[in-house]
């Protein structure tokens, strides 16, 4: 079993930045992609950012290109969203995931484990 625990949410006001981390327990065979995902009550879970292990493909959703950035230290098996010029549509709960593939179909990567969320909140 993989535990991934997240890190780094809270509260900003609009355009300011916050960086998440995901710290993974370790690495399976079936992991070969991590990412972020968010989601707000009454919605479905969004793909916000995946990467592959490697780290030779990346995926973002359209509504964060070029405001967030996904990386990753494999020697700390942890993976890190770095969100600038928020805005109050970003608030949600943010949850690390544990996949097998990367892709920029919808999800962005299949999950296949799950951190606990950590809330960002974006006030106007």
């Known amino acids: 079993q993989v535990q991934l625990v997240e890190s780094g949410g809270g509260s900003v006001q609009a355009g300011g930045s916050l960086r998440l981390s995901c710290a993974a327990s370790?690495?399976?065979?079936?992991?070969?992609?991590m990412g972020w995902f968010r989601q707000v009550p009454g919605k479905e879970r969004e793909g916000v950012a995946a990467?592959?292990?490697?780290?030779?493909?990346?995926y973002y959703v359209d509504s964060v290109k070029g405001r967030f950035t996904i990386s990753q230290d494999n020697a700390k098996n942890t993976v890190y969203l770095q969100m600038n010029s928020l805005q109050p549509e970003d608030t949600a709960m943010y949850y690390c995931?544990?996949?097998?593939?990367?892709?920029?179909?919808?999800?962005?990567?299949?999950?296949?484990?799950w951190g606990q969320g950590t809330q960002v909140t974006v006030s106007s």
């Open positions: 370790r690495y399976t065979y079936s992991v070969n992609c």
């Open positions: 995931a544990a996949g097998s593939d990367c892709g920029d179909g919808a999800g962005l990567l299949n999950p296949i484990h």
């Open positions: 990467i592959s292990r490697g780290g030779g493909r990346i």
